[in-house]
C-alpha cells in the first residue's frame, strides 16, 4: 500500500515537473517571437498634445476652498 503511494506521487509530480518545463519552453519561445516581432511591426508612438495653460484667478480659488470646506 505505502508502494502504491509512492508510485502514484512520483508519477504525479513528474507529470507536474514536465508540464511546467514544456511551459517554460513554450514561454520562452513565445518571448523571442514577439520581440522579432516588434522588430518588423514596430508600435506607433503617440505624442500627447501640450496642455494648454489656463489662468486661475483668486475667485476660482476662493470658490474651490469653499466647496472642499462645505463638503
Do not use: H, Q
Not at 1 to 25: D, Q, Y
Not at 28 to 33: A, E, F, G, N
Amino acid at each position: 500500500m505505502l508502494n502504491e503511494g509512492c508510485i502514484l506521487m512520483a508519477t504525479g509530480m513528474g507529470t507536474v515537473f514536465s508540464f511546467l518545463v514544456i511551459l517554460w519552453f513554450a514561454v520562452s519561445c513565445m518571448s523571442k517571437i514577439v520581440i522579432y516581432l516588434n522588430k518588423i511591426f514596430p508600435e506607433a508612438v503617440k505624442t500627447a498634445p501640450a496642455p494648454v495653460k489656463t489662468s486661475s484667478s483668486d475667485v476660482e480659488i476662493a470658490i474651490a476652498i469653499a466647496a472642499a470646506k462645505r463638503r
